[in-house]
């Protein structure tokens, strides 16, 4: 059986999304819909359902640590940043995945890699 797109999709999600999101917060602290938006947006994710137990993963894993505030919209949201240990881990993945993406476009375009 043939894996269709939906099925490649959810495995590659599956291995990248959690450094995605530690990649957005390189950028500064976010609110977790900013995430989902901002992964919806660029197909990385599927549904806000898989968003925050993942989050929750990776501040129980100390990649990333969370903060409270008021919103004038509201009740309170909670805010996501990166840890120096969160920080480590997506240049690690940065460092790894460039090489792996080359070689992976390398052999899907018949180039040497």
């Known amino acids: ?14 291995g990248a999304l959690e450094y995605c999101i530690l990649a957005l917060l ?27 137990p993942l989050l929750s993963r990776l501040r129980k894993g100390g990649l990333v640590a969370t903060s409270w505030r008021e919103s004038d919209a509201g009740p309170p ?17 940065e460092a790894t995945w460039v090489p792996f993406r080359s070689g992976v476009d390398a052999v899907l375009t018949g180039r040497p890699a």
Do not use: C, H, W
């Open 1 to 14: 059986m043939v894996p269709g797109e939906e099925k490649i999709l959810t495995n590659l999600r599956r």
């Open 26 to 52: 390189r950028e500064g602290e976010r609110y977790g819909l900013d995430i989902a938006r901002e992964l919806t947006g660029r197909s990385l994710l599927a549904s806000e359902g898989t968003l925050y």
């Open 77 to 93: 949201r909670r805010y996501y940043s990166l840890t120096p240990d969160g920080q480590r881990a997506v240049n690690v993945f």
